[in-house]
């Protein structure tokens, strides 16, 4: 058994089945679904996991419990993915309290239909306290993170929080992994756009003796918090994690690609500490996504396309505006064979997002880098050193 303290159990799973994450994230470590049982006069356990995991998940449980039976079912978040087994779970213990928010509820019933909880329908609301025994629970709203009746639990006797979908990663829990790369991609891709209510919720954390945090994907973070909490600071204020550039290019035959490398050799050259570098069509979108946010300054390539611009680009624009992209120096190479328009439609595409400032210098091919586009590869390089 999976020991967290003395009386907090893990009992999750690791799926190394799933092909694309909530429908589209590629996790070539597999995922995990956390879930937690507290072991007190009275037992709690923290959300269920996804719907292919329902055996091995009430077998983690009945570990656990040996002949006792859980007091409460605490639904911190009802995205499928936790919330998937609470029927199998009702039916498996049909006396055990369902505890949630207003929302939460709502939701519930959205998901199955005709559940009628009755009396075991325990409604809480923020700041809410439910004692244990030894253990006092204390539900902490954190609406958006990720969905609007998402809570965080708060632990005050062991100082744990559970803390919903925030401080997860994709990957499984049996593959050895960097936490930040992973946690970075999973937050940028599913949390990025709420940033504001990240930084909300924060605040609130801030207020609390943490000492261990339990997450609903990834590994329990036990040491060194201000490392975790930190880049949590810096991902939701949208600041500058890394030192460094990104530069994000599609090209369709190659041209576009070498003024690319051309900017990403001449920005190394120079003494730029880090260039990154992704073709938009080959590499995973949500890795291209967290280095656009990871980084201070972008560099976009690519070429006009239906009078439009190429559609990974549009793509990538599109997820990061609509994660609230911002405070960030961009610069652009377009390609245009006869009426280069991509640089219009780019600016035009981020006319709405705050604080961002655009180099001087623009990068204009026509079909192939020729020598004036070398010059100008060098002034947008000179610009993004400053
Ligand atoms: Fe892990 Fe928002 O679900």
Request: aromatic content about 12%; overall charge negative; glycine content about 6%.
């Amino acid at each position: 058994m999976n020991k967290i303290t003395n009386d907090i159990y893990y009992i999750g799973v690791n799926d190394h089945q799933i092909d694309l994450f909530e429908g589209q994230y590629d996790v070539p470590n597999g995922m995990a679904y956390n879930s937690y049982v507290i072991l007190d006069e009275k037992i709690a356990v923290f959300d269920t996991v996804d719907q292919n995991f329902t055996e091995q998940w009430l077998g983690n449980l009945k570990e656990v419990l040996g002949d006792r039976k859980p007091d409460y079912l605490i639904v911190q978040h009802m995205e499928p993915d936790h919330s998937a087994n609470i029927l199998s779970f009702i039916k498996a213990y049909p006396d055990t309290k369902i505890v949630g928010n207003a929302k939460t509820f709502t939701m519930m019933s959205n998901f199955f239909e005709g559940l009628d909880l009755g009396s075991n329908k325990l409604e809480v609301k923020e700041g809410d306290k439910l004692s244990l025994g030894s253990h006092e629970l204390n539900f902490v709203f954190a609406p958006m993170v990720h969905w609007p009746e998402v809570m965080f639990t708060y632990d005050s006797t062991d100082k744990v929080l559970f803390s919903a979908d925030a401080f997860g990663k994709f990957g499984a829990l049996d593959v050895d992994e960097d936490w930040a790369c992973e946690a970075r991609r999973y937050y940028f891709g599913i949390v990025g756009k709420y940033g504001v209510q990240v930084q909300a919720v924060l605040k609130k954390a801030a207020a609390l003796d943490i000492q261990t945090i339990c997450p609903l994907h990834g590994p329990i973070l036990k040491e060194d918090l201000g490392y975790y909490l930190g880049l949590y600071n810096t991902w939701s204020s949208y600041g500058v994690e890394s030192e460094g550039l990104f530069i994000a290019y599609t090209s369709v035959y190659g041209n576009t690609k070498k003024a690319a490398e051309m900017l990403r050799d001449k920005l190394l050259e120079k003494g730029c500490p880090k260039v990154a570098i992704a073709d938009l069509a080959r590499e995973d979108m949500a890795e291209s996504v967290e280095d656009a946010f990871r980084y201070g300054k972008l560099v976009i390539a690519t070429t006009t396309y239906n009078a439009d611009i190429f559609p990974f680009m549009k793509h990538f624009i599109l997820d990061l505006t609509e994660r609230n992209y911002q405070n960030r120096t961009i610069g652009i190479i377009e390609n245009g064979s006869w009426a280069p328009t991509a640089a219009k439609v780019i600016k035009g595409m981020f006319e709405k997002s705050k604080n961002i400032t655009w180099t001087d210098t623009t990068v204009t091919i026509k079909s192939a880098v020729k020598s004036e586009n070398i010059a100008q590869i060098e002034a947008l390089a000179d610009e993004l050193m400053k």
